[in-house]
C-alpha cells in the first residue's frame, strides 16, 4: 500500500506539472502549502490552531502585503452578512428566525451571544521569522510584511489563533439541526487569491469562494469518543474511532486522539466531527476510495446511505468518463451544514433526506470535483460557470444512473429552460456576468447562476454539435486542471474544438438579459419565413414535413458564428435529409424558407435545445 501510495504521489507531482503548461500564453498560478495542529475543546465549541503557511509567489511581481479570508467572523451581530440577511429582499430562510410575538423574520446572526458567534483571533504572525504588523476588518486579516515575497520566492507565515465556532447559521457551525456537532468551513485563516485581477477580498456574505492550488497537512486533536470525516487522506486509520473495525483508540493525558489528514492540489479543507458518525466506504471503478460519515438515526437512513453510496462510486467512473479523470485517492460525503456545499476531495450535506434527493445533492456536490476543484473557478466572479456546470453534470449523470434513462431524443436540461423561462419574464433577471454578491434577489441569484448557467452549456452544444460539446470538455480538462481558468478559456477551447466563433454568444448571454424569441410565419401565397422576434440572434433548425410524407431538416447558420455544426446523431434525426441554408444576419428579421413542395407541419427546433422564450409560434401545422 506504501508503494501504491508513492506511486500515486509520483504520477500526481508528474501529472501538475504537466498541466503546468496551459494554452494561455504567460499564464501563471501562487501556490501554498499548510501545515496545521488544531487542539479542539469541544464542550466550549472553542480551537487553538497553529499554523505554517509557505506561499509561493509566481506573480511576476514583489508582494508588500498579502491578505487572509477569517470567514468565521462574519457570525457577528453588525457584520456585513448580518446587514445582507437585513437587506436583501428574500433572504435565505435558514439563516432567518421569527422575531417573538411578530410574523417578522430576524437574522439570526443578530440574535447571537457572545458565547454562539464565531470568530477567528490572530494571537501571534510571523513572515520568515519576523514578526508581521497586520489588522483585521470583518472577515478579511490584511498583513504588511517586514521585507517583500520577492516574485518566484517562498515564503514562510507561522500563525496561531484562537477561533470559536458559531452556531449553525450558514455553512460551518456547531450543533446543525440534524444533530451533527461540528461542521467545520472555512475554519481556518485562508490566504485570499491573487491573480491577474489582482487580490480578490470578497467580505463573506455567504456566498461562495476562490482560494489557491496547494497542499494540506492537518491534524486534528478531538475527544477520543468523536468520529471525524475530512477533506484528504487518513493517515491514521487505526489510531481512530470508525474506520477500522474493533479499532481502539489510544487517547492521550488529555483524552484526545489526534485525526491526521493529507491531500495534494486542493484548494479548499473541510472536517466535520460528531460522536454518533458511522463510516462506510466503497471503491469505484477507476480506483478511488468513496467514503460516507453519517448519522444513522434510523434504519431507511442508513438504507439510503447505503443505496447512495453505491451510486456516488458509479457517478465518479460517468463523469471520469466525460469531463475527464478524477484525480485524488478519495472522496468524503460528509452529514453536516445546512444543505450541500463543496470542499477538496469532501462534501458537507444534509443526510435525512429522501434516496432521490440524497443522491441528487450527493451527485451535485461531487460534480464540484470538476466545475470549481479541479479547475479553480473563481466562484465570486463567474458564479454560473461553477453552478451552471455542476448542474449539468449533475443532472446527465442523475438521468443516466438514477433514472435510468437512455439517450435523450431531446432537451436532457427541459427543467433548468423551464425556470430560466420564469426568470427572464419575472422582471428580476440581472445580468449573469454580475458579481455572485450582487444580485438584487437570491431568487436571480439562484436562477442565473444555476440554471441559466445549465442552460449555456446545453445551448453551446445547440450551437456547435453535442459531439463537439463532448469533445470541448475533454480538451478543456487536459489544458486547464489543477488552473484556475475564465470563462474566456472554455470558450476558447469550445471555438478550437468546433471552428466556430462563439464572441457573439458568450457575450449577450452573460453580459445581457436580452432573450431569443423565434417564429415562423406563413404568408399569403402560401410560402413561410422565420421571424426573430427577439433581440438575440441565433442559428436555427427548422424541421419540415411534407404532405407526401417525406420530411426535411434545414439547417440555417448564424452569419457571426463564420462556420457551420455538423450533422447531430439525435433519434429524431435519424433517416431525415438535412439540407443547409445560406447564413441569417442578426441585422436581418426575416428569414424565407426555401420548401420545395407543400407543408403539412413546419417545426423550430424539435430539440427544443434552443431557448426560446415563446415557443407557441414555434410550431404550424396544416
Known amino acids: 500500500m506504501k508503494l501504491l501510495t508513492s506511486i500515486f504521489s509520483l504520477l500526481l507531482l508528474i501529472f501538475v506539472g504537466n498541466a503546468a503548461q496551459a494554452q494561455r500564453k504567460g499564464y501563471w498560478q501562487q501556490a501554498v502549502d ?8 469541544e464542550k466550549a465549541y472553542q480551537y487553538d490552531g497553529d499554523m505554517t503557511l509557505l506561499y509561493t509567489n509566481n506573480s511576476g511581481r514583489s508582494l508588500p502585503k498579502v491578505y487572509f479570508h477569517l470567514y468565521f467572523n462574519a457570525f457577528q451581530p453588525g457584520s456585513m452578512m448580518d446587514h445582507r440577511l437585513q437587506t436583501i429582499s428574500d433572504p435565505d430562510g435558514r439563516m432567518m428566525t421569527k422575531a417573538v410575538g411578530t410574523n417578522a423574520r430576524e437574522s439570526r446572526i443578530s440574535l447571537l451571544k457572545p458565547d454562539q458567534i464565531g470568530y477567528q483571533e490572530i494571537k501571534s504572525l510571523t513572515y520568515n521569522g519576523a514578526s508581521a504588523k497586520f489588522k483585521v476588518s470583518g472577515t478579511i486579516l490584511e498583513v504588511e510584511l517586514p521585507a517583500v515575497l520577492a516574485d518566484g520566492a517562498t515564503g514562510e507565515f507561522k500563525l496561531t489563533w484562537k477561533a470559536q465556532v458559531p452556531e449553525q447559521i450558514r455553512r460551518s457551525g456547531r450543533n446543525s439541526r440534524e444533530g451533527v456537532a461540528l461542521s467545520m468551513a472555512q475554519w481556518y485563516p485562508k490566504m485570499a487569491h491573487f491573480d491577474d485581477y489582482g487580490w480578490h477580498l470578497d467580505e463573506y456574505v455567504a456566498r461562495e469562494f476562490i482560494a489557491p492550488f496547494g497542499n494540506f497537512d492537518v491534524t486534528i486533536h478531538l475527544d477520543k469518543d468523536y468520529v471525524v470525516g475530512a477533506s484528504g487522506k487518513l493517515q491514521n486509520p487505526k489510531a481512530v474511532k ?9 487517547a492521550d493525558k488529555s483524552g484526545k486522539v489526534a485525526w491526521h489528514y493529507k491531500a495534494n492540489q486542493i484548494h479548499d479543507f473541510v472536517w466535520a466531527a460528531d460522536p454518533k458518525m458511522q463510516v462506510d466506504s466503497a471503491k469505484t471503478d477507476g480506483g478511488v476510495t468513496v467514503y460516507t460519515v453519517f448519522l444513522p438515526t434510523d434504519k431507511a437512513v442508513v438504507e439510503n446511505w447505503k443505496t447512495a453510496l453505491g451510486l456516488a462510486t458509479q457517478f465518479f467512473d460517468y463523469s471520469s468518463s466525460k469531463f475527464g479523470a478524477y484525480p485524488w485517492p478519495t472522496y468524503t460525503i460528509i452529514q453536516g451544514g445546512d444543505g450541500g456545499m463543496e470542499y477538496g476531495t469532501a462534501t458537507l450535506i444534509t443526510g435525512g433526506r429522501d434516496l432521490k434527493g440524497l ?16 479547475f479553480g473557478i473563481n466562484e465570486t466572479v ?11 453534470v449533475e443532472e446527465l449523470a442523475f438521468q443516466h444512473l438514477f433514472e435510468k434513462k437512455g439517450a435523450s431524443q431531446t432537451n436532457p436540461m427541459i427543467g433548468a429552460y423551464r425556470s430560466y423561462y420564469k426568470l427572464a419574464l419575472s422582471g428580476k ?18 436562477n442565473a447562476s444555476y440554471t441559466k448557467g445549465s442552460v449555456l452549456v446545453e445551448q453551446l452544444g445547440y450551437i456547435i454539435g453535442q459531439e463537439n460539446l463532448e469533445k470541448t470538455f475533454l480538451q478543456f480538462y487536459e489544458l486547464w486542471k489543477f488552473k484556475h481558468p475564465t470563462p474566456n478559456d472554455f470558450k476558447r477551447v469550445a471555438e478550437d474544438v468546433s471552428g466556430i466563433n462563439l464572441k457573439w454568444y458568450f457575450n449577450l448571454f452573460l ?19 422565420l421571424r426573430n422576434k427577439g433581440d438575440l440572434a441565433m442559428p436555427v433548425d427548422v424541421w419540415v414535413e411534407y404532405e407526401d410524407g417525406s420530411r426535411e431538416l434545414f439547417y440555417i447558420p448564424l452569419r457571426e458564428m463564420r462556420g457551420q455544426k455538423p450533422a447531430e446523431g439525435f433519434a429524431i434525426y435519424n433517416n431525415i435529409k438535412r439540407t443547409v441554408l445560406e447564413d441569417w444576419f442578426w441585422t436581418k428579421p426575416t428569414y424565407a424558407l426555401p420548401l420545395s413542395k407543400p407543408a403539412k407541419s413546419i417545426i423550430i427546433d424539435p430539440s427544443q435545445r434552443l431557448a426560446d422564450i415563446e415557443s407557441g409560434d414555434n410550431i404550424w401545422t396544416k
Open 34 to 41: 499548510y501545515t496545521m495542529n488544531i487542539d479542539v475543546d
Open 429 to 446: 433577471e440581472e445580468p449573469m456576468s454580475l458579481l455572485a454578491d450582487y444580485y438584487k434577489t437570491n431568487y436571480a441569484y439562484s
Open 359 to 374: 443522491v441528487g445533492v450527493i451527485f451535485h456536490e461531487a460534480a464540484h470535483s470538476w466545475y470549481q476543484h479541479l
Open 382 to 392: 463567474d458564479e454560473w460557470f461553477d453552478e451552471g456546470f455542476t448542474s449539468y
Open 511 to 529: 453580459n445581457t438579459t436580452r432573450t431569443i424569441d423565434y417564429a415562423i410565419e406563413a404568408t399569403a401565397d402560401g410560402k413561410f419565413a
Open 242 to 250: 470508525g474506520y477500522v473495525a474493533a479499532a481502539k483508540p489510544k
